[in-house]
């Protein structure tokens, strides 16, 4: 879309297709608008959880709508839907003017405490996507996917799993293909939080880590998840 100077507008998970082949295709072009001389483009909607600070703040003031979008927007937007990819929510929540004004004023959770199981290579990547300054993101969307593809990666990679019985949260870890740990937290009687890493084939433990305050478990979490690489 961008080779042909047009700028989609929309991009998030609704607007992801599969088709036969199980490729991904971004569809919904009903907002998409052309590229002017500059390098603008006209805001004719959007989504406000996956929408730039720039188009956030066209929107709320219906200023300058037919500038208000290029192609870092959907940069912007495209390291968004990452986020939302892997942490099941959007970047923020919310009605739809309070989120806008998220986007205008605020900066989101950071994916280390939103999810704490994605490498900081990609955490990286997706936060320049995300920059407040259309100018600090990728200058192009094959730049973004080249920065993805090159993202060093752990052996092992973790997903967030549901919650066993009696557990807050857990993960599974996969190396080669095959879910061989699992990572599970629960709450104490204390208020505090017990993390357990166990194999998935017999339940037998590998690791423990007690008494984590609710205010560290990400950043333990993420200690965890680099231990057992």
Not at 177 to 188: E, H, M, P, R
């Amino acid at each position: 879309m961008h080779d042909s100077q047009l700028v989609h507008n929309d991009v998030k998970p609704a607007n992801l297709f599969l088709n036969a082949q199980g490729d991904v295709l971004l569809g919904d072009l009903g907002y998409a608008s052309s590229l002017d001389a500059q390098g603008r483009a006209h805001l004719r909607g959007g989504t406000p959880g996956t929408m730039s600070p720039e188009a956030a703040i066209a929107a709320l003031t219906r200023e300058s709508l037919s500038k208000a979008a290029s192609k870092r927007s959907d940069i912007y937007s495209l390291g968004a839907l990452f986020y939302w990819l892997v942490t099941g929510a959007a970047p923020y929540v919310g009605s739809h003017d309070y989120v806008l004004r998220q986007v205008r004023d605020n900066p989101p959770l950071s994916l280390k405490f939103a999810a704490p199981h994605v490498p900081n290579s990609l955490v990286r990547v997706v936060t320049r996507a995300m920059s407040r300054t259309e100018e600090d993101r990728y200058e192009t969307a094959a730049g973004f996917d080249y920065a993805l593809a090159a993202a060093p990666l752990p052996s092992r990679e973790w997903a967030p799993l549901p919650a066993h019985t009696g557990h807050d949260t857990c993960y599974v870890g996969v190396r080669s293909g095959k879910q061989d740990l699992q990572a599970c937290v629960s709450t104490n009687p204390a208020g505090m939080h017990d993390i357990r890493v166990s194999y998935v084939s017999s339940d037998r433990q590998k690791g423990l880590t007690n008494n984590v305050r609710p205010s560290r478990l990400a950043t333990v979490l993420r200690s965890v998840f680099r231990g057992h690489n």
